[in-house]
């Protein structure tokens, strides 16, 4: 501590401390401990909060799990399924924006030269100086019906009729897809660019193809940046609404609509952070869960 | 096993855009030789030896192993294995796994591999070490893990990038006798590159001086030091007094050189004998340890009269710094016999060489210190 305050002098060390403590405690902790608490309780209009009613309960768990009294199922099915079918989705995304970008992150960190290599990296981040949401709205329109895919396909006599990429859900996996693909490029290009090209060329010269390569060097060394990349889309995904909202089509939900849902139509603001505290617990075991299957720690993601 | 695996490189050029870091290169290393590549930085050794190695393409000529054309033979495909400047382990697998990880990519069962790993540790002096991780090895330990991996691929023939370079001058010295060891051992031919002129003398059958891209000289150590073929390799091998001037005298070995120390007697270069024409521009080399005080009447010996400057004691030899005519600057070298020079700073001086041990060659480029 004093170190801390020696290398950053008196006010500065001061003002650093501050901010960080505002940060975490302020902005994340405080809201995330209120929502538990949320969560806990009975959603009562405002007149009977603070009174004796207003006590701590497990109902809001208890109806995502088994649904209103009455409920003929032994299970809350419609949220269970949707919740699955989440976290399934967003492993999906994970994983499809991980085959994408490690060719690509490994192009650009051990291929490219200087300049080539600067262009192609802001060619990847200019887009993602629009907006979220006018993004999913860009590929509303790429996919619909009348879209510039939709079009080509017709118009070089491919197909007929238009297809529906909406209802079948795959302007939705492209926009999930491709809203959290910086995160995934950058942490395991960082990691590769790191890599000594010569080990590269050992392997080589040791009469190893390129897969081999690949599996016992490259990957390896790219192991953080790639866990990271995975836990940041796969976090990300699982929680995004825009997308979701915009691409999903009629018959889809995602879990966070739900939530959603509940704090906004539905107006009960408990329910909706029981469910949202359920999210991002599960994601958090599912991500530790991960780590210790593929022995990474937690330290090594922050590199 | 044959005599092992020769390498050739006939008129070799690499170009990089308009660039020439290697011009004309012709080699013949005979199989099972100690081979090194000596020249200074930037000289295009590393180039020379990616270019066996595989991982680039002559712009012209051709690259021979054992006889046969690599041309279109990746590095993966070659029988050479390369220890690369920085030495390339991976820092992600043990030790053992680092050494057999050609047996690995030959699909070796993980038993033999982890058998012969054990063996080659025991080579390289490090047994019963494999299981540690290579971040946890000194310097020198990584240097030897780096060979036994090299090895461990039995390629006919080890390409080695400076792989001394990094360590401190009493493991250096230890690593070459090691070195040569091993390649007594096993038999098969070693490439060497070093910028380091006592390395390539002690350890090779054979040297070859590159100076920017072009191979000055190709001999044994001995003849790379006492009958050098250009000037540059005369004043980047070892020390060298040079004088410069024309040619006054010549007769078929030798040449009076008219310098602004005097009229001195040497021998011709055996590289340029015939050539050297009176008139011409010509640099007379003398080693330091080739001058002694002069003493009367003594054949055979070229003279010079030169001013004490300075002295150095060094242990075995002390060196004496002498100013002669026309401000040119002498090191002489002696024996310390327990005797000191019997001269002081300021005395004036006839110091004698062997007129057989002073070289004449055409004035030409000079290493930079
Ligand atoms: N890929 C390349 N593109 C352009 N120029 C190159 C390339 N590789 C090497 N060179 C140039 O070729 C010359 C020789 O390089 P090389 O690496 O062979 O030197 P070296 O003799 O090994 O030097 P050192 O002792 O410092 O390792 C240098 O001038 C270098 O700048
Ligand atoms: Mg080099």
Aim: charged share 20%.
């Amino acid at each position: 501590m004093a170190k801390f305050f020696e290398r950053n002098g008196g006010l500065l060390g001061t003002y650093l401390l501050v901010m960080v403590g505002f940060w975490v405690i302020v902005l994340i902790i405080l809201p995330q401990l209120s929502m538990l608490d949320f969560s806990f309780r009975y959603n009562l209009p405002p007149a009977q909060v603070g009174t004796d009613a207003d006590v701590w309960n497990i109902s809001n768990y208890h109806f995502l799990l088994f649904g209103a009294e009455g409920n003929p199922e032994s299970y809350n099915v419609v949220d269970m399924s949707v919740f699955l079918k989440t976290l399934v989705a967003a492993l999906f995304v994970t994983l499809f924006d991980l085959a994408l970008c490690y060719p690509l992150a490994y192009y650009l960190a051990q291929s490219v030269s200087g300049g080539f290599g600067r262009v192609l990296v802001l060619l990847l981040i200019i887009p993602y100086w629009v907006n979220e949401i006018l993004r999913a709205f860009a590929f509303r329109i790429i996919f619909g019906s009348s879209g510039i895919i939709n079009a080509t396909l017709i118009g070089t006599g491919i197909i007929d009729e238009p297809i529906d990429f909406i209802r079948a859900d795959v302007a939705l996996y492209a926009g999930l897809g491709y809203a959290y693909i910086l995160l995934m490029i950058f942490p395991i290009y960082n990691a590769i660019e790191s890599l000594d090209r010569n080990q590269i060329e050992a392997a080589r010269d040791m009469g190893a193809p390129w897969w081999r390569i690949h599996w016992r060097v490259v990957i390896p060394f790219a192991k953080p940046g790639i866990t990271s990349g995975c836990t940041m889309v796969f976090m990300l995904t699982a929680g995004a609404l825009a997308a979701p909202q915009i691409l999903g089509g009629p018959s889809s939900l995602w879990f966070t609509q739900i939530i959603y849902q509940w704090f906004n139509t539905g107006g009960n603001w408990p329910r909706g952070s029981a469910y949202a505290v359920v999210l991002l617990l599960t994601c958090i075991v599912f991500v530790l869960a991960m780590m210790r299957l593929f022995k990474i720690k937690m330290g090594e993601i922050g590199k | 096993m044959s005599a092992g695996v020769g390498v050739e490189l006939d008129n070799v050029w690499i170009r990089f855009g308009n660039f020439i870091a290697v011009r004309e290169a012709n080699v013949n290393i005979a199989g099972g030789e100690f081979f090194s590549f000596l020249g200074p930085s930037g000289c295009g050794k590393t180039t020379i030896l990616r270019a066996v190695s595989g991982f680039l393409e002559p712009s012209d000529g051709n690259v021979r192993i054992g006889g046969r054309d690599m041309a279109g033979i990746g590095p993966n495909q070659r029988p050479t294995a390369l220890i690369f400047q920085n030495l390339a382990l991976f820092p992600l697998m043990k030790v053992w796994e680092n050494i057999a990880f050609s047996m690995e990519v030959r699909g070796v069962a993980s038993a033999e591999r982890r058998k012969r790993a054990e063996e080659l540790l025991e080579l390289i002096a490090l047994p019963g070490q494999g299981d540690k991780m290579v971040s946890e090895l000194s310097g020198g330990q990584r240097q030897r893990v780096a060979i036994a991996r090299a090895l461990c691929a039995q390629p006919d023939v080890l390409l080695l990038d400076e792989p001394l370079s990094a360590l401190d001058l009493k493991l250096r010295q230890h690593m070459r006798t090691e070195l040569r060891s091993i390649q007594k051992q096993v038999g098969i031919t070693f490439i060497y590159i070093t910028h380091d002129q006592g390395e390539a003398l002690t350890m090779s059958d054979n040297v070859a001086v590159m100076r920017a891209g072009v191979i000055d000289q190709i001999a044994d150590g001995q003849t790379i030091y006492d009958d050098p073929s250009t000037s540059f390799v005369a004043s980047f091998v070892g020390e060298n007094n040079m004088f410069r001037g024309t040619v006054k005298k010549l007769t078929k070995d030798a040449a009076v050189v008219a310098t602004d120390a005097g009229e001195l007697d040497a021998r011709i270069a055996s590289s340029v004998k015939g050539e050297l024409k009176s008139g011409d521009d010509a640099m007379v080399f003398i080693r330091p340890e080739a001058f002694g005080v002069a003493e009367a009447g003594a054949r055979g010996k070229g003279r010079i009269k030169a001013m004490v400057e300075n002295e150095e004691f060094e242990g075995q030899s002390y060196h004496v710094f002498l100013n002669g005519p026309g401000d040119t600057h002498i090191k002489m070298s002696l024996v310390n016999t327990g005797r000191t020079s019997g001269s002081a700073v300021g005395d004036n001086l006839t110091i004698a060489y062997d007129t057989k041990q002073a070289v004449v060659l055409p004035a030409g480029e000079l290493a930079s210190e």
